[in-house]
């Protein structure tokens, strides 16, 4: 405190001054229109570039939650976008009472492999939240793979890139055409698609998507694009190259589809 007084005692002068020129500052701001709108201006123009850059450090460390709130937002319109039931000659249909068939729920991916024969994905959503086994796992961009076991809190996910226990049902965007969706151990950029019929009309760069002909993906999901295509051994089937949408390597959001009838599906066929 002594310091503090014996500062003002030797600055005396100078502090008088500032104290005077600011008193001076304050008449000429009130006492004139024009100085008084520069001021505000500028004062608004500071407090501005303040506020805007500690709203930009707050968005930054916000980012994460943001994302959850959009991830769940996605989640909600995907879920009624694939029980809709639309009228061919009408883009109006009924969101309350629609026959609703899928429920979609988010998780993040917290482990991924993708070099092995045999990837699987950890996923930090389980039985507590009813994930089950074989449920469906997409992304906004495509397929992921299919829920195999499954703790209160965490998920195993047999990935497409899993050349032992991998066969997903898809076919072509365009016809009835469907096979088997398989990988052959080797780049994880591309899945083979194997059983389409010679007789179906291909072409590369034809869009690949989910047959629906499973319990487990609705139909129309997108997989990928033809890269290229061969007949096989027999000539009777196509071996198709199919080019992933998915970036295997880089997954963060997915989406887990459980089809609501999948039981009732599966005790009929099985009778």
Known sequence: MQQIINFIIRNKNFLLFLLLFFI???????SHSYHKSKFI???????GGVYNSVNNISEYFNLKSQNQLLSEENNRLRELLFNSEIDDDSTYFD???QNKSYRFSTAQVIKNSYSATDNILLINKGQNNSIRQDFGVITTKGIVGIVDKSSSRFSTVISILNTTNSSISAGLKKTAHYGSLRWNGENPQLVQLID????????IGDTIVT????SIFPKGIPIGAIQDFKNDVAENFYEINV?????????EHVYIIENIHKEEIENLLNE
Not at 211 to 214: C, E, K, L, T
């Open 243 to 251: 080019k992933l949408f998915n970036d295997m390597t880089n997954l």
């Open 196 to 203: 389409v019929p010679i007789n179906a009309r291909i072409n």
């Open 95 to 97: 969101s309350i009472s």
């Open 24 to 30: 001076a500052i304050v008449f000429t701001i009130q």
């Open 211 to 214: 047959s629906g002909q499973s």
């Open 41 to 47: 201006n500028s004062a608004n123009f500071v407090s």
